[in-house]
């Protein structure tokens, strides 16, 4: 899920690669149930966010073990491969956002792109076996960070480059949903 704000612009065109980019501001989910997923963010708590980014690993390898991990199912729709790259660099960034905020008070983000990363990293055209060991990788060493959150660190605060506050348990949550909506993105 990119960085964007909140737009009443119409959603841009997509690019040569036919996938448009994710304009919605997905902090919503922080408020109520992802109608899509089923997610619901009020119920993790940063000691359950660990647990579930390991739990959810052999999935993303089964995905990306599929003979067709590499086709989209549809030109405007992220491979298997391509999801599992992202969410490799979710696990990456998120480790990063909650480093910063057990360290530093109030810090603010750097923006993350998600549609340009995949473009310059090239997401399409890595390959499936070398991103199913770097999800696992950063999958343990994001859950590991997660795990170390004490209680008093929770309501630590980070801002995102568009305004958006998080504390540690919200930013729990966000990245928890990110990680869950893809899988069931991919059926996996």
């Known amino acids: 899920?990119?960085?964007?704000?909140?737009?009443?612009?119409?959603?841009?065109?997509?690019?040569?690669?036919?996938?448009?980019?994710?304009?919605?501001?997905w902090t919503w989910v922080l408020a109520r149930p992802c109608p899509e997923c089923g997610?619901?963010?009020a119920e993790v708590s940063p000691s359950d966010v660990g647990p579930a980014v390991r739990d959810s690993l052999p999935r993303w390898r089964a995905a990306l073990e599929r003979?067709?991990?590499?086709?989209?199912?549809?030109p405007d729709v992220w491979s298997p491969l391509e999801y599992a790259a992202h969410v490799r660099d979710v696990f990456r960034v998120f480790d990063e956002r909650?480093?910063?905020?057990?360290?530093?008070?109030?810090?603010?983000?750097?923006n993350?792109?998600?549609?340009?990363?995949?473009?310059?990293?090239?997401?399409?055209?890595?390959?499936?076996?070398?991103?199913?060991?770097?999800?696992?990788?950063a999958g343990h060493v994001v859950a590991a960070a997660f795990d170390a959150v004490e209680p008093g660190q929770?309501?630590?605060t980070g801002r995102r480059s568009?305004?958006?506050?998080?504390?540690?348990?919200t930013l729990g949550q966000y990245f928890l949903h990110d990680v869950v909506h893809h899988l069931h993105d991919l059926r996996a």
């Open 1 to 25: 899920m990119t960085e964007p704000t909140a737009s009443s612009e119409p959603a841009p065109a997509a690019p040569e690669d036919g996938i448009v980019p994710d304009t919605k501001d």
């Open 39 to 41: 997610f619901v963010a």
């Open 67 to 74: 003979p067709d991990a590499a086709a989209r199912p549809r």
């Open 98 to 110: 909650l480093a910063l905020m057990l360290t530093q008070d109030d810090p603010a983000f750097e």
């Open 112 to 137: 993350w792109d998600q549609d340009v990363t995949a473009v310059e990293s090239d997401y399409a055209h890595q390959v499936p076996a070398a991103v199913a060991d770097e999800i696992d990788v």
């Open 154 to 156: 929770e309501e630590r």
């Open 162 to 169: 568009n305004g958006s506050v998080f504390t540690v348990r």
